[in-house]
């Protein structure tokens, strides 16, 4: 039996990663952070089949112990300060958990288990004031945020590792990846969430940034078969890791209201408040080299993501209401 250790677990990637090592037969370590109210809600339905380890990426001695007590065969770095607008007002944080946290457990597994195989999730940020497109894993980075400027850190310390102690060490330059169970504070997520809210009578309006930027979005639960792959294979390689489309921020918006029957034009409201100090325009990547390598393929296309996360939200808001009632 293998087995793994996640950081980030209780985030949407992490979730989705649990789920498939669970079914393919690893016993799965969890790294848990200490918060006065943790959030499960994620992988509540198997949070029995986790066996969880306290520990915190700025802490390098709590990373040795769980290195120590799950002495894994993988290493999945999931975890980060991971939303962008927060990374302008929480650079400092920001650069300790996303940047120097990879460190930390690239180190932890250095000194405890070399032979682990490790992945670092890096991030289509990185590219930011994008110089060529599409995107693929020889582009130039040019980030245009604190997140992206960490991710950058936290991709080249991986690659140093690798060249540097013959550790199998890779990343995923994964381009933006969504799914239902996405935090609130993303784009996606609040769009979905106020389309189905506005449905249900419960809001009025949607309050939106920069309409005209655009992404490369893919679904999740796609994405982390990409990560596992990347740990299968005979010698360690980065790979761009994306749908080779790109949609607009209203595009989302639009399917997303046409899904429940509503013109979103009567509904969003352009607020210079959601707009950032510096924007990321055209993300597009380029994944023939995972496809290539890996034999990695997309199952679920833009639009069915969009009318997945609004049908789950709706469903959501309506067991709320319910149990609300009883």
Request: net charge negative.
């Amino acid at each position: 039996m293998k087995t793994a250790l996640i950081t980030g677990v209780t985030g949407q990637d992490g979730s989705y990663l649990a789920e498939l090592l669970l079914e393919k037969g690893y016993k799965v370590y969890a790294l848990r952070r200490r918060t006065s109210t943790p959030n499960y809600e994620n992988v509540e339905h198997i949070k029995d089949q986790l066996d969880w380890i306290d520990g915190d990426l700025t802490d390098l001695a709590s990373l040795i112990s769980a290195v120590q007590i799950s002495q894994p065969d993988e290493v999945y770095n999931l975890a980060a300060q991971s939303f962008v607008a927060t990374s302008w007002p929480q650079p400092l944080a920001t650069a300790q958990i996303t940047a120097n946290g990879v460190t930390n457990m690239l180190e932890a597994v250095r000194i405890i288990k070399p032979d682990a195989r490790f992945y670092q999730a890096s991030s289509s940020e990185m590219f930011g004031k994008v110089l060529e497109i599409p995107q693929k894993e020889t582009t130039p980075f040019y980030p245009r945020s604190p997140y992206g400027v960490a991710k950058v850190y936290g991709h080249w310390i991986t690659v140093n590792y690798r060249e540097s102690f013959n550790m199998y060490a890779c990343s995923g330059i994964l381009f933006n990846h969504e799914s239902p169970r996405r935090g609130l504070e993303f784009v996606t997520r609040k769009v979905t969430d106020a389309v189905a809210r506005i449905k249900l009578g419960l809001q009025n309006e949607l309050r939106m940034g920069n309409l005209d930027a655009q992404r490369d979005w893919g679904f999740a639960g796609d994405y982390v078969k990409a990560m596992w792959l990347m740990l299968q294979q005979d010698t360690p390689d980065d790979y761009v890791i994306s749908t080779g489309e790109t949609h607009t921020v209203q595009e989302l918006v639009e399917i997303a209201f046409n899904h429940v029957g509503l013109n979103w034009s009567e509904y969003v409201v352009i607020d210079e408040k959601f707009v950032r100090p510096a924007e990321v325009d055209l993300l597009l990547g380029d994944c023939s080299k995972a496809k290539e390598k890996l034999g990695w393929e997309l199952e679920v296309g833009f639009k069915q993501l969009v009318e997945m996360m609004v049908d789950e939200d709706l469903k959501k808001l309506q067991s709320d209401k319910i149990s609300q009632l009883n």
